[in-house]
């Protein structure tokens, strides 16, 4: 079975100092999402979350998203991703 984020990483090697994401504030190089998705992972199971669990990702728009959203995808989580910046006609 094919893991999006491991060929993520996998593909992402040669362009480690490239920036993946920016968010006005920071800005994320490959060379980081690379070496931060297998640490997050670590925590989620760390919490014991596995493969199939679902995870709610509610968290403003940032660099961190990416790496979250991946991490679940690492370990096979479902991520469900909620917006903060929906608007209260929405609900």
Known sequence: MINFAKTIID????????????????DLTYGELIDRIPRVAQGLADLGLQQGDH?????????DWPVVFLACL???????????VMGRDLF
């Open 11 to 26: 593909q992402s090697q040669e362009y480690r100092d490239k920036i993946a994401y920016r968010d006005g504030t920071d």
């Open 55 to 63: 995870v709610i990702i509610q968290m403003d728009d940032c660099v």
């Open 74 to 84: 690492y370990l096979g989580i479902i991520p469900l991703p909620l917006s903060t």
